[in-house]
Protein backbone atom coordinates (compact mmCIF):
# COMPACT_ATOMS: atom_id res chain seq x y z
CA UNK A 1 0.00 0.00 0.00
CA UNK A 2 0.69 3.38 -0.87
CA UNK A 3 -0.40 6.78 0.92
CA UNK A 4 -0.96 9.70 -1.34
CA UNK A 5 -2.34 12.91 -0.78
CA UNK A 6 -5.68 13.30 -2.08
CA UNK A 7 -7.56 16.21 -2.94
CA UNK A 8 -10.55 17.03 -0.51
CA UNK A 9 -11.11 20.87 -1.99
CA UNK A 10 -10.63 23.23 -3.84
CA UNK A 11 -11.52 27.93 -3.09
CA UNK A 12 -10.13 30.62 -4.29
CA UNK A 13 -10.36 34.70 -3.54
CA UNK A 14 -10.22 37.90 -5.73
CA UNK A 15 -10.48 41.10 -4.71
CA UNK A 16 -13.37 43.10 -5.41
CA UNK A 17 -11.77 45.83 -7.90
CA UNK A 18 -11.98 44.15 -11.14
CA UNK A 19 -9.74 46.96 -13.86
CA UNK A 20 -9.76 46.29 -17.70
CA UNK A 21 -7.17 46.96 -19.96
CA UNK A 22 -8.81 50.07 -21.07
CA UNK A 23 -8.96 51.15 -17.74
CA UNK A 24 -5.81 50.74 -17.15
CA UNK A 25 -5.00 52.49 -20.29
CA UNK A 26 -6.34 55.39 -18.80
CA UNK A 27 -3.59 55.70 -16.31
CA UNK A 28 -0.59 53.84 -18.48
CA UNK A 29 1.08 54.31 -21.82
CA UNK A 30 -0.96 51.26 -23.33
CA UNK A 31 -4.41 49.84 -25.28
CA UNK A 32 -6.86 46.77 -24.99
CA UNK A 33 -5.11 45.26 -28.72
CA UNK A 34 -1.65 45.85 -27.35
CA UNK A 35 -2.20 43.81 -23.96
CA UNK A 36 -4.74 41.06 -25.24
CA UNK A 37 -2.16 40.39 -28.59
CA UNK A 38 1.02 40.29 -26.92
CA UNK A 39 -0.63 38.55 -23.12
CA UNK A 40 -4.25 37.55 -23.97
CA UNK A 41 -4.83 39.25 -20.89
CA UNK A 42 -8.35 41.31 -20.64
CA UNK A 43 -8.72 42.41 -16.76
CA UNK A 44 -7.08 41.58 -12.95
CA UNK A 45 -8.03 42.17 -9.86
CA UNK A 46 -6.24 44.96 -7.44
CA UNK A 47 -6.50 44.95 -3.88
CA UNK A 48 -7.83 47.30 -1.82
CA UNK A 49 -6.13 48.77 1.09
CA UNK A 50 -7.87 46.48 3.58
CA UNK A 51 -6.97 43.30 1.36
CA UNK A 52 -3.81 41.65 1.98
CA UNK A 53 -2.29 38.40 1.02
CA UNK A 54 -3.14 37.00 4.24
CA UNK A 55 -6.69 38.19 4.29
CA UNK A 56 -7.44 36.55 0.44
CA UNK A 57 -5.85 34.15 1.83
CA UNK A 58 -8.11 33.18 4.18
CA UNK A 59 -11.02 33.33 2.06
CA UNK A 60 -10.03 30.91 -0.11
CA UNK A 61 -9.21 28.61 2.38
CA UNK A 62 -12.50 29.02 3.89
CA UNK A 63 -14.05 28.35 0.66
CA UNK A 64 -11.59 25.22 -0.27
CA UNK A 65 -12.63 23.63 3.67
CA UNK A 66 -16.34 24.21 3.01
CA UNK A 67 -15.64 22.47 -0.37
CA UNK A 68 -13.93 19.35 1.36
CA UNK A 69 -16.50 19.37 4.35
CA UNK A 70 -14.16 19.49 6.89
CA UNK A 71 -13.92 21.51 9.92
CA UNK A 72 -11.34 23.86 10.03
CA UNK A 73 -9.81 22.58 13.38
CA UNK A 74 -8.90 19.37 11.25
CA UNK A 75 -6.18 20.90 9.56
CA UNK A 76 -2.58 19.70 11.03
CA UNK A 77 -0.48 21.79 7.94
CA UNK A 78 -0.80 25.28 6.20
CA UNK A 79 2.23 25.70 3.56
CA UNK A 80 1.49 29.23 2.10
CA UNK A 81 3.26 30.16 -0.93
CA UNK A 82 3.81 33.74 -1.99
CA UNK A 83 6.23 36.14 -2.73
CA UNK A 84 4.18 38.98 -1.31
CA UNK A 85 4.13 38.33 2.21
CA UNK A 86 1.95 40.90 4.91
CA UNK A 87 5.25 41.54 6.58
CA UNK A 88 9.01 40.15 7.00
CA UNK A 89 7.62 38.01 9.68
CA UNK A 90 5.93 35.99 11.25
CA UNK A 91 4.94 33.43 7.83
CA UNK A 92 1.49 34.99 6.16
CA UNK A 93 0.51 31.30 6.82
CA UNK A 94 0.38 31.86 10.42
CA UNK A 95 -1.97 34.97 10.45
CA UNK A 96 -3.74 32.16 8.03
CA UNK A 97 -3.97 29.72 10.77
CA UNK A 98 -5.42 32.79 13.15
CA UNK A 99 -8.20 33.95 11.04
CA UNK A 100 -9.54 30.62 10.55
CA UNK A 101 -9.76 29.61 14.49
CA UNK A 102 -6.99 27.08 14.35
CA UNK A 103 -5.12 27.29 17.73
CA UNK A 104 -2.14 24.75 17.06
CA UNK A 105 -0.50 23.51 13.72
CA UNK A 106 1.94 23.47 11.25
CA UNK A 107 2.34 26.60 9.69
CA UNK A 108 4.85 28.01 7.18
CA UNK A 109 5.46 29.79 3.97
CA UNK A 110 7.07 28.76 1.03
CA UNK A 111 9.05 31.18 -1.59
CA UNK A 112 9.41 30.09 -5.01
CA UNK A 113 7.73 33.00 -6.92
CA UNK A 114 5.23 31.76 -9.23
CA UNK A 115 5.91 27.87 -8.93
CA UNK A 116 5.50 28.48 -5.44
CA UNK A 117 2.35 26.76 -5.26
CA UNK A 118 3.92 23.48 -6.81
CA UNK A 119 6.29 23.90 -4.30
CA UNK A 120 4.33 24.47 -1.12
CA UNK A 121 2.00 21.34 -2.53
CA UNK A 122 4.79 19.01 -3.08
CA UNK A 123 6.36 19.64 0.61
CA UNK A 124 2.67 19.10 1.75
CA UNK A 125 2.40 15.88 0.07
CA UNK A 126 5.94 14.91 1.17
CA UNK A 127 4.64 15.74 5.00
CA UNK A 128 1.06 13.66 4.81
CA UNK A 129 3.29 10.78 3.01
CA UNK A 130 5.31 10.91 5.88
CA UNK A 131 2.86 11.24 8.95
CA UNK A 132 3.39 14.52 9.96
CA UNK A 133 0.07 15.63 9.12
CA UNK A 134 -3.38 14.05 8.11
CA UNK A 135 -5.34 16.97 6.50
CA UNK A 136 -2.98 19.99 4.91
CA UNK A 137 -4.21 23.33 3.64
CA UNK A 138 -1.97 24.63 0.68
CA UNK A 139 -2.48 28.55 -0.32
CA UNK A 140 -0.87 30.29 -3.07
CA UNK A 141 -1.76 34.19 -2.43
CA UNK A 142 -0.43 37.41 -4.19
CA UNK A 143 -0.75 40.47 -3.98
CA UNK A 144 1.58 41.60 -6.63
CA UNK A 145 0.17 45.29 -7.56
CA UNK A 146 1.95 46.43 -4.20
CA UNK A 147 5.64 45.31 -6.41
CA UNK A 148 5.09 46.61 -9.62
CA UNK A 149 6.04 49.68 -11.35
CA UNK A 150 3.14 51.42 -12.44
CA UNK A 151 5.44 53.42 -14.93
CA UNK A 152 6.26 50.46 -16.92
CA UNK A 153 3.81 49.21 -18.55
CA UNK A 154 5.95 45.93 -20.07
CA UNK A 155 5.15 44.75 -16.43
CA UNK A 156 2.42 46.50 -14.99
CA UNK A 157 -0.05 44.91 -17.23
CA UNK A 158 0.80 41.28 -16.61
CA UNK A 159 0.41 41.16 -12.91
CA UNK A 160 -2.97 40.76 -11.03
CA UNK A 161 -3.84 39.88 -7.17
CA UNK A 162 -5.79 36.73 -6.07
CA UNK A 163 -5.49 33.44 -3.93
CA UNK A 164 -6.35 29.94 -4.21
CA UNK A 165 -6.06 27.11 -1.91
CA UNK A 166 -6.44 23.14 -1.55
CA UNK A 167 -7.44 20.98 0.83
CA UNK A 168 -5.40 17.62 0.94
CA UNK A 169 -5.96 14.52 2.92
CA UNK A 170 -4.40 10.98 3.46
CA UNK A 171 -5.44 7.94 1.40
CA UNK A 172 -3.85 4.44 1.06
CA UNK A 173 -3.54 3.61 -2.78
CA UNK A 174 -1.72 0.43 -4.95
CA UNK A 175 1.07 2.33 -6.03
CA UNK A 176 -0.39 2.61 -9.30
CA UNK A 177 -1.36 4.85 -11.92
CA UNK A 178 -4.93 4.03 -11.10
CA UNK A 179 -4.34 5.61 -7.06
CA UNK A 180 -6.53 8.77 -6.59
CA UNK A 181 -4.30 11.61 -5.44
CA UNK A 182 -1.17 13.27 -6.13
CA UNK A 183 1.07 10.79 -8.14
CA UNK A 184 4.47 12.32 -9.12
CA UNK A 185 5.83 15.30 -8.35
CA UNK A 186 9.29 17.50 -10.12
CA UNK A 187 10.92 20.73 -8.95
CA UNK A 188 13.60 22.57 -10.55
CA UNK A 189 15.43 25.96 -10.04
CA UNK A 190 18.68 27.38 -11.73
CA UNK A 191 19.76 30.85 -9.53
CA UNK A 192 22.06 31.72 -12.67
CA UNK A 193 18.92 33.59 -14.11
CA UNK A 194 18.34 36.05 -11.14
CA UNK A 195 18.24 38.92 -13.10
CA UNK A 196 15.78 37.74 -15.74
CA UNK A 197 12.75 38.06 -13.43
CA UNK A 198 13.45 39.78 -9.85
CA UNK A 199 12.73 42.39 -7.22
CA UNK A 200 15.20 44.86 -7.25
CA UNK A 201 14.88 45.17 -3.19
CA UNK A 202 15.05 43.43 -0.02
CA UNK A 203 15.22 43.86 3.62
CA UNK A 204 19.01 42.55 3.45
CA UNK A 205 19.80 44.30 0.63
CA UNK A 206 18.24 47.79 0.29
CA UNK A 207 15.80 47.61 3.35
CA UNK A 208 12.86 48.53 0.99
CA UNK A 209 10.07 46.49 -0.62
CA UNK A 210 11.49 46.78 -4.19
CA UNK A 211 9.78 46.77 -7.63
CA UNK A 212 9.22 43.99 -10.07
CA UNK A 213 11.57 44.12 -12.82
CA UNK A 214 11.77 41.58 -16.19
CA UNK A 215 13.49 40.72 -19.48
CA UNK A 216 10.02 39.24 -21.28
CA UNK A 217 11.48 37.75 -24.31
CA UNK A 218 14.01 35.76 -22.34
CA UNK A 219 11.68 34.95 -19.90
CA UNK A 220 9.44 33.66 -22.65
CA UNK A 221 12.11 31.49 -24.16
CA UNK A 222 12.98 30.04 -21.11
CA UNK A 223 9.10 28.97 -19.68
CA UNK A 224 8.12 26.98 -22.64
CA UNK A 225 11.32 24.81 -22.59
CA UNK A 226 11.29 24.56 -19.15
CA UNK A 227 8.02 23.94 -18.57
CA UNK A 228 7.63 21.10 -21.79
CA UNK A 229 10.51 19.17 -20.07
CA UNK A 230 9.50 19.47 -16.54
CA UNK A 231 5.98 18.21 -17.92
CA UNK A 232 7.69 15.18 -20.10
CA UNK A 233 9.29 14.43 -16.37
CA UNK A 234 6.54 14.01 -14.17
CA UNK A 235 4.61 12.13 -16.95
CA UNK A 236 7.77 9.93 -17.03
CA UNK A 237 7.55 9.25 -13.41
CA UNK A 238 4.25 8.72 -13.12
CA UNK A 239 4.37 6.13 -15.69
CA UNK A 240 1.63 8.04 -17.90
CA UNK A 241 1.43 9.70 -21.58
CA UNK A 242 0.51 13.12 -22.39
CA UNK A 243 -2.49 11.12 -24.32
CA UNK A 244 -4.07 9.79 -21.26
CA UNK A 245 -4.17 13.48 -19.25
CA UNK A 246 -7.76 14.86 -19.40
CA UNK A 247 -6.64 18.22 -18.09
CA UNK A 248 -3.10 20.73 -17.59
CA UNK A 249 -3.81 23.51 -15.23
CA UNK A 250 -0.72 25.68 -16.16
CA UNK A 251 0.76 28.71 -14.61
CA UNK A 252 -1.54 31.59 -16.00
CA UNK A 253 1.07 34.28 -17.26
CA UNK A 254 0.77 35.05 -20.71
CA UNK A 255 -1.49 33.06 -23.67
CA UNK A 256 1.11 32.91 -25.59
CA UNK A 257 3.09 30.49 -23.14
CA UNK A 258 0.53 28.17 -22.54
CA UNK A 259 -0.08 28.11 -26.37
CA UNK A 260 4.01 27.70 -27.32
CA UNK A 261 3.82 25.10 -24.55
CA UNK A 262 0.91 23.31 -25.75
CA UNK A 263 2.38 23.04 -29.02
CA UNK A 264 5.90 21.77 -28.17
CA UNK A 265 4.13 18.82 -26.14
CA UNK A 266 1.11 17.89 -28.78
CA UNK A 267 -1.42 18.48 -26.24
CA UNK A 268 -4.79 19.40 -27.88
CA UNK A 269 -5.78 23.07 -26.61
CA UNK A 270 -9.19 22.71 -25.62
CA UNK A 271 -7.31 20.54 -22.67
CA UNK A 272 -5.71 23.59 -21.45
CA UNK A 273 -7.71 25.36 -18.36
CA UNK A 274 -7.16 28.99 -19.15
CA UNK A 275 -7.61 32.06 -17.02
CA UNK A 276 -5.19 34.50 -18.09
CA UNK A 277 -7.87 36.65 -19.51
CA UNK A 278 -9.53 36.55 -16.25
CA UNK A 279 -7.00 37.05 -13.76
CA UNK A 280 -4.20 38.41 -15.38
CA UNK A 281 -0.71 36.51 -13.51
CA UNK A 282 -1.13 36.17 -10.43
CA UNK A 283 2.34 34.81 -9.45
CA UNK A 284 1.57 32.04 -6.97
CA UNK A 285 -2.06 32.49 -6.81
CA UNK A 286 -2.68 31.51 -10.36
CA UNK A 287 -2.60 27.47 -10.75
CA UNK A 288 -4.71 27.03 -7.72
CA UNK A 289 -7.27 29.71 -8.72
CA UNK A 290 -7.39 28.43 -12.25
CA UNK A 291 -7.65 24.79 -10.85
CA UNK A 292 -10.69 25.95 -8.82
CA UNK A 293 -12.53 27.23 -11.23
CA UNK A 294 -12.28 24.59 -13.56
CA UNK A 295 -13.30 22.40 -10.66
CA UNK A 296 -16.35 24.57 -9.66
CA UNK A 297 -17.17 24.76 -13.51
CA UNK A 298 -17.61 21.06 -14.14
CA UNK A 299 -14.85 20.84 -16.03
CA UNK A 300 -12.73 18.80 -14.14
CA UNK A 301 -14.61 15.92 -12.64
CA UNK A 302 -13.45 12.88 -9.71
CA UNK A 303 -11.10 10.46 -11.37
CA UNK A 304 -9.52 12.90 -14.10
CA UNK A 305 -5.78 12.98 -14.47
CA UNK A 306 -4.86 16.47 -14.05
CA UNK A 307 -1.05 17.87 -14.34
CA UNK A 308 -0.35 21.56 -12.77
CA UNK A 309 2.81 23.13 -13.49
CA UNK A 310 4.70 26.13 -13.35
CA UNK A 311 7.58 28.40 -13.52
CA UNK A 312 8.70 31.75 -12.20
CA UNK A 313 11.65 33.68 -11.00
CA UNK A 314 14.86 32.27 -9.79
CA UNK A 315 14.17 30.64 -11.93
CA UNK A 316 11.95 27.99 -10.36
CA UNK A 317 9.68 25.38 -12.73
CA UNK A 318 8.02 22.33 -11.68
CA UNK A 319 4.75 20.06 -12.39
CA UNK A 320 2.77 17.67 -10.31
CA UNK A 321 0.40 14.68 -11.73
CA UNK A 322 -2.61 14.05 -9.63
CA UNK A 323 -5.50 12.24 -9.91
CA UNK A 324 -8.92 14.05 -9.02
Known amino acids: MT ?3 ILLGTGSALPA ?3 SNAQLAERVDTSDE ?7 IRTRHIAAPGETT ?12 AAAGIDASEIGLIVLATATPDQTFPASATLVQAALGIDDCIAFDVAAVCSGFLYALTVADSMIRSGAAQKALVIGSETFSRILDWEDRTTCVLFGDGAGAVVLGSEDGEGSSEDRGILASRLHADGRHNQLLFVDGGPSTTGTVGKLRMRGQE ?10 SVMREVLE ?14 HQANARILDATARK ?18 SAASVPLALDV ?3 DGRIKSGDLVVLEAMGGGFTWGACVLRV
Open 3 to 5: RRS
Open 17 to 19: DAV
Open 34 to 40: WIVERTG
Open 54 to 65: ATLAADAARRAI
Open 219 to 228: VFRHAVTNLA
Open 237 to 250: DAGLTVDQIDWVVP
Open 265 to 282: LGLAPERVIVTVDQHANT
Open 294 to 296: AVR
